[in-house]
DNA sequence: TTGAAAGCGCTAACAG
DNA sequence: CTGTTAGCGCTTTCAA
């Protein structure tokens, strides 16, 4: 008697077995196995017992798209982040995952690239009805799509752009912008830069100029001032900041601090002064914003607003709208602080 | 005659419609409208017309779960990555999401902080039914699990563990460990050390282990040995790396160039040796591996293993077998090139 | 404690 | 071309 090794991918698909056999197998109702599950406690221990043992015996697992109709819910929640090729968004990203981790919820991740790409997301997620709950990173939610989020009663929590109708995670931009002037105010510095990147047009607010209005409040309070030709608003790429690093370093009276309004370009202007043969910090201080995991890496003077912690927050709001649908909405501001290492 | 703000968040909840309203308002049959969504080629354009009014009437979109029980698919796939803490996982999830924001898959994101997890998921994800298929990035998968996979025909994509039965990305270790010890050794380096991170027993195959060997190989086929004083394998965190770093280049005959398993560690290497006051490459020459977005922040030289292009691989070996379920597996092997930058 | 049956919203034969 | 109808797999009344 020959046996092939039917154990492969051979013969028919396998299909997994659904309520209907671990039914007939315990010799009960389709309900009485969905009662089991569900509500353990209504159904008598003698027949529990025999359905898990067929449970068990075809490995029997709840198909989670019945459920989710059958429950009008999916056990998912949906990020919307720009395509992430910027750092911050995946540590919050991670935070996210991190406090996920505990629970049984899936995350969907949607990456958008164009801000018509977030209208559209916005509109159609709360009624494709796959996901339960809605968390939008860094991006900007119109007055109509923050309504009809509303309308649709998705739970949804915005990190960084703010809207009174939802759930918020906001960061003290401007205070942040105020921290790092007092910090290199307070290490001697009198010629400080500002280093930002440009405002998109179309967006409500916009981070680096709060960043950029915090940082001049607090030197006007020193009585210094944040000479024009000491700001730089450049896109946020590497060439042009390192263009825009490399006039400031190669002026007559060149500053000899620099706040970043994001590590990234941090890193890119630490990176040219090394190249221009800088000493950081003795001939240039340089402060960056975000505190990266390669802000520490490259030991690089931050302020830190809490990526991590900030995605971790983010789920424990969203989760505890989601259990009280009814509740206002929340909004709640992620400290900043100052993280000195070897820049400054 | 007052009229209150109605468009806000009060009164019921705003259930999206469903095919029977669109239906209802129409004034044809559920399948009809079900036809000019699915098959519009099978409608009259007359009442083609009528339904779209409809649809764009109530806004109509279709439920994703429903669509998907009826289907039996969920234009959903599923990524499986450690608990990423580590950038590489990010950057190739990033190419992931690149390749897919061109179609309407959804990515679902499960992280997994222990091996056993490891298990679990691939157990339970394909008989859940929510994903049509699968990429698990850097974990081993048991010749169990590849079996259940493949009989629950759940198309699924490894990168850099194969297994014969499943798709996979191959990432060539050891020729990775050559480059780099080619590449120093034609620096003029004679006193090349190795560090990476430690074994996990339970892991099958070890990338570090494979490095080191391909760049030891290279080493005695020039003539060159690597002491066991030379070789570190530490835990994958910072502090371990700098202690091992630290001894490495204060013994007294110090390695002048390093080879580090990861850009993480090399970064740390990086930082220590600029401590200690040795100067990068002149004193120390570093080459990582990896190609993180940081190394070129750090302008470290390193073996790129394209992770963002991996991802975008393994998105399309995946697509194309969710189209063909039958073609037998594919194991595609992603070039490796060496970066050279300043710390070489 | 249990079963029968009615959905959940949509797709896909099968008849007209 | 269009309507009827039977599911997809599960939850949840409502009775028994």
């Given at each position: 008697?020959?046996?092939?090794s ?5 013969g ?6 659904t ?5 007939r197998l315990s ?5 009485t ?6 509500a353990?406690g ?8 025999r ?6 015996k ?8 019945a ?32 406090a996920?981790?505990?629970?049984h ?7 958008v ?5 977030v209208e ?8 494709r009805?796959?996901?339960?709950g ?14 009809r989020?509303k309308?649709?009663g998705?739970?949804?929590v915005l ?6 109708l939802l ?14 002037a ?5 290490k001697?510095h009198?010629r400080?830069a ?11 607010i916009?981070?680096?100029?709060l960043?950029?209005k915090g ?7 020193a009585?210094?001032?944040l000479?024009p030709?000491?700001?730089?608003s ?5 060439e042009?900041?390192?263009r825009a690093a ?7 009276d060149?500053p ?22 800088r ?6 201080a340089?402060?960056?914003f975000?505190d ?7 030991d ?15 789920v ?5 709208h ?8 929340k909004?709640v501001k ?9 820049t400054?």
């Amino acid at each position: 008697m020959k046996v092939l090794s039917q154990e492969d991918g051979m013969g028919a698909p396998a299909k997994s077995p659904t309520i209907y056999e671990v039914a007939r197998l315990s010799g009960v109702s389709i309900a009485t196995i969905s009662r089991v599950l569900n509500a353990p406690g209504k159904v008598s221990p003698a027949t529990r017992v025999r359905v898990h043992a067929a449970i068990d015996k075809l490995g029997f697992i709840p198909k989670a798209e019945a459920r989710a109709r059958a429950l009008s819910r999916t056990a998912r929640i949906g990020v919307v982040t720009p395509f992430f090729t910027a750092p911050s968004f995946v540590q919050r990203l991670r935070g996210i995952a991190e406090a996920l981790s505990s629970t049984h919820i899936e995350l969907v991740i949607y990456t958008v690239d164009s801000l018509e790409h977030v209208e559209g997301y916005l509109a159609s997620l709360p009624l494709r009805g796959n996901v339960d709950g809605l968390i939008v990173i860094s991006l900007p939610v119109g007055e109509q799509q923050a309504r009809r989020l509303k309308r649709h009663g998705m739970p949804t929590v915005l990190i960084e752009y703010p809207n009174r109708l939802l759930d918020s995670l906001e960061i003290d931009d401007v205070d942040g912008g105020c921290m790092a002037a007092e910090h290199l105010i307070r290490k001697g510095h009198v010629r400080l830069a500002f280093l930002g990147d440009t405002h998109p047009p179309e967006y409500a607010i916009h981070p680096a100029s709060l960043r950029q209005k915090g940082f001049r409040r607090a030197l006007k309070g020193a009585g210094l001032g944040l000479p024009p030709a000491y700001v730089r608003s450049i896109p946020n790429a590497a060439e042009p900041t390192r263009r825009a690093a490399t006039e400031l370093l190669t002026m007559k009276d060149p500053p000899t601090a620099m706040f970043a309004a994001s590590d990234i370009q941090a890193l890119v202007v630490l990176k040219t002064a090394r190249q221009l043969g800088r000493r950081v910090p003795e001939d240039l201080a340089i402060v960056g914003f975000d505190d990266l995991d390669m802000a520490e890496y490259a030991d690089l003077t931050t302020i830190r607003q809490q990526l991590d912690e900030s995605g971790r927050m983010a789920v424990q709001i969203l989760l505890s709208h989601l259990e009280e649908p009814e509740r206002p909405a929340k909004h709640v501001k992620v400290p900043l602080t100052l993280v000195e290492r070897s820049t400054t």
